[in-house]
């Protein structure tokens, strides 16, 4: 079994920074493709970033130079770097992970192609 727990979010003002982290417990290693997703009231959930294999970095084009995401490999952690945060960045940030998917599926940030899910961390960015 394979456990994801975010944590990080919390308020903001616009302009400001969180770092987001995912803990990865239990089998783990073969999750090559592992990122995340975020979801806004009466929105469809969306990809912000992903990493496949061991260093490839896939960013959604709203987000493109102000997140970043890194893994930790040695503690299995997963972070989200978020600098110049904007109003419409606010939602409901998830982890997700997915042993299977090729590199080319990890990129395209579909929710319904990665199989595992944390439970989420709160991101409110005020004006």
């Known amino acids: 079994q394979v456990h994801l727990v975010e944590s990080g979010g919390g308020s903001v003002q616009a302009g ?3 770092r987001l982290s995912c803990e990865a417990s239990g089998y783990t290693y073969s999750m090559r493709c ?3 997703f975020r979801q806004a009231p009466g929105r469809e959930r969306e990809g912000v970033a992903t ?3 061991t260093n490839y970095a896939y960013y959604a084009d709203s987000v493109k130079g102000r997140f970043t ?3 930790d490999n040695a503690k299995n952690v997963l972070y989200l770097q978020m600098n110049s945060l904007k109003p419409e960045d606010t939602a409901m940030y998830y982890c997700a992970a997915d042993p299977s998917i090729s590199s080319g599926n990890c990129r395209r940030m579909v929710a319904g192609d990665l199989g595992y899910w ?3 961390t709160q991101v409110t960015v005020s004006s």
């Open 69 to 71: 995401i890194s893994r």
């Open 34 to 36: 592992m990122g995340w």
């Open 118 to 120: 944390g439970q989420g």
């Open 16 to 18: 400001g920074s969180l």
């Open 51 to 53: 990493w496949y294999g």
